[in-house]
């Protein structure tokens, strides 16, 4: 059977990268497919491990010889997921991990049944800028180039109000509000797939698993209160 793709989208400052390296510590036969990009590293990363940093002129290249399974240009730099990292955790028998933005996330449902998709959303707008300031003040404190400008942060909160509106697209929504939640909820979607699609009976740790599963589908949460009080948040004040 082929493995799972498991697709994970969430606004920059979300939290979305601390959520699968805990995630990959803790589910085995899991593989996370480090995506190509032709922006700059931040800080401390280092190619192949955070992304594989490569020219722009070398990603058009890629995308010329169809190497990506899905890309998109995001902030003015390219984005992709190589299709050889499917393929290779396929022959290891293992599911792939795609950390990608929602514009890659659509082409990968268009082309992988086998998919499986999460939106991490943060709690709320207030928090995300919190977020996205302190992640500045890192970046400024390890590097010379230092920290975002608030013109960018601006821009990056306006892109999490449209990319958020895309929530619906995903088969779950993760609130990441308490870290341990987040990151249990996020174990218990990834396991209870694999168990469902196993064909295989399931038992009592099975059951409860799939219960906190089920709690972050999309369809349980579209109606809940505190979604709607997430969305509000990124709504534009009324004029007037």
């Known amino acids: ?6 697709i994970i989208s969430a606004p920059s400052g979300s939290g979305k990268s601390t959520l699968v390296n805990e995630l990959r510590s803790l589910v085995p036969y899991l593989e996370f497919s480090i995506s190509y990009t032709t922006r700059a590293p931040r800080g401390s990363e280092q190619n192949g491990r955070e992304y594989y940093f490569v020219s722009r002129r070398e990603f058009e290249e890629m995308i010329r010889r169809e190497e990506f399974l899905e890309h998109a240009e995001v902030f003015g730099n390219y984005y992709g ?3 050889r990292f499917l393929r290779e955790a396929e022959a290891r028998g293992n599911d792939l991990l795609l950390d990608i933005d ?31 300031r302190n992640r500045s003040q890192s970046e400024a404190s390890t590097s010379k180039g230092g920290g975002m400008s608030d013109a960018v942060i601006e821009r990056r909160l306006l892109e999490a109000g449209k990319e958020i509106e895309k929530y619906s697209k995903y088969d779950y929504i993760l609130v990441n509000n308490d870290l341990q939640e987040a990151v249990e909820c996020l174990k218990a979607i990834v396991v209870s797939e694999r168990k469902l699609r196993s064909g295989k009976a399931l038992d009592d740790a099975d059951q409860k698993m799939l219960g906190e599963a089920r709690k972050c589908l999309q369809a349980a949460q579209a109606q809940s209160g505190k979604l709607q009080e997430i969305l509000s948040s990124f709504s534009p004040a009324p004029s007037g």
């Open 1 to 6: 059977m082929p493995g799972i793709l498991y």
């Open 81 to 83: 997921t190589a299709k």
């Open 102 to 132: 929602v514009q890659g996330a659509a082409q990968v449902k268009e082309r992988a049944e086998n998919s499986v998709s999460i939106f991490v959303l943060p709690p709320s707008r207030k928090d995300l800028e919190r977020r996205l």
